[in-house]
């Protein structure tokens, strides 16, 4: 099979974007499993989240990048969705488990991954189905922002004003996401998508470092 890179300036970028989400959440994923012997639950649950988002990232740069039948386009687009609100999944049950205890995640990690399945499905369903999803991150987002201020406020987790800003920026991505805005930066057209990709960028590393700084503590 030969693969042909996509014709579109703002899909080749948006790939591009992708694919450096996937490299730098694949080595932020491999760091946090290095915790596995102080904290075993805790750096599974988050690794797992950094693991799922760079496996969507790299999936994505396949999706925007290269030129495909469109009913091949589709068809990788399930995994991709599916992957993604397992990624927010895991990430309300990490925000939850810092909140409330590991206890208290552990028994609502079925539910919230059930609730990842129930927004995949029903967004296969319906004709606006990406707009079921940025609800879906909306909800999580918002209840992670609330966790980690109130952590940060209280002085109860180290991190937890890293990781609120971490969040904060996701949210300020998601939003980015899903409206219409295209710039050029440095001679690069850049849609939604890729503007997404770029300010998400900028939270990682907060909430790698948010989450490290507990860790360490």
Same mark, same amino acid.
């Not at 450096?20 to 989240?49: C, D, E, M, N, S």
């Not at 399945?117 to 296969?124: C, E, Y």
């Given at each position: 099979?030969?693969?042909?890179?996509?014709?579109?300036?703002?899909?080749?970028?948006?790939?591009?974007?992708?694919?450096?989400?996937?490299?730098?959440?694949? #080595?932020?994923?491999?760091?946090?499993? #290095?915790? !596995?012997?102080?904290?075993?639950?805790?750096?599974?649950?988050?690794?797992?989240?950094?693991?799922?988002?760079?496996?969507?990232?790299?999936?994505?740069?396949?999706?925007?990048?290269?030129?495909?039948?469109?009913?091949?386009?589709? @068809?990788?687009?399930?995994?991709?969705?599916?992957?993604?609100?397992?990624?927010?999944?895991?990430?309300?049950?990490?925000?939850?488990?810092?909140?409330? +205890?590991?206890?208290?995640?552990?028994?609502?990690?079925?539910?919230?991954?059930?609730?990842?399945?129930?927004?995949?499905?029903?967004?296969?369903?319906?004709?606006?189905?990406?707009?079921?999803?940025?609800?879906?991150?909306?909800?999580?987002?918002?209840?992670?922002?609330?966790?980690?201020?109130?952590?940060?406020?209280?002085?109860?987790?180290? +991190?937890?004003?890293?990781?609120?800003? +971490?969040?904060?920026?996701?949210?300020?991505?998601?939003?980015?996401?899903?409206?219409?805005?295209?710039?050029?930066?440095?001679?690069?057209?850049?849609?939604?998508?890729?503007?997404?990709?770029?300010?998400?960028?900028?939270? @990682?590393?907060?909430?790698?470092? #948010?989450? !490290?700084?507990?860790?360490?503590?």
């Amino acid at each position: 099979m030969n693969l042909t890179i996509i014709a579109s300036p703002t899909e080749r970028s948006t790939a591009a974007t992708d694919a450096l989400i996937g490299v730098v959440a694949l #080595g932020y994923a491999a760091k946090l499993l #290095g915790y !596995r012997q102080q904290a075993p639950w805790r750096a599974g649950v988050w690794a797992g989240t950094f693991g799922a988002l760079s496996f969507s990232g790299f999936l994505g740069a396949v999706v925007h990048g290269f030129e495909m039948p469109e009913t091949r386009r589709t @068809l990788l687009w399930k995994p991709l969705n599916l992957t993604l609100g397992l990624t927010v999944a895991l990430f309300a049950t990490g925000a939850l488990g810092d909140l409330a +205890g590991e206890r208290v995640a552990r028994r609502a990690t079925p539910g919230l991954l059930a609730s990842a399945l129930g927004f995949f499905f029903l967004s296969q369903r319906l004709q606006r189905g990406f707009l079921i999803f940025i609800l879906y991150e909306a909800l999580a987002m918002l209840f992670a922002l609330g966790a980690y201020v109130r952590l940060a406020q209280a002085g109860q987790l180290d +991190g937890a004003q890293q990781m609120a800003a +971490g969040v904060l920026i996701s949210i300020i991505a998601a939003a980015i996401q899903s409206s219409n805005l295209q710039l050029t930066i440095f001679g690069i057209p850049l849609d939604n998508n890729g503007l997404f990709h770029i300010v998400q960028l900028a939270g @990682l590393p907060l909430l790698a470092a #948010g989450l !490290r700084a507990d860790l360490d503590a």
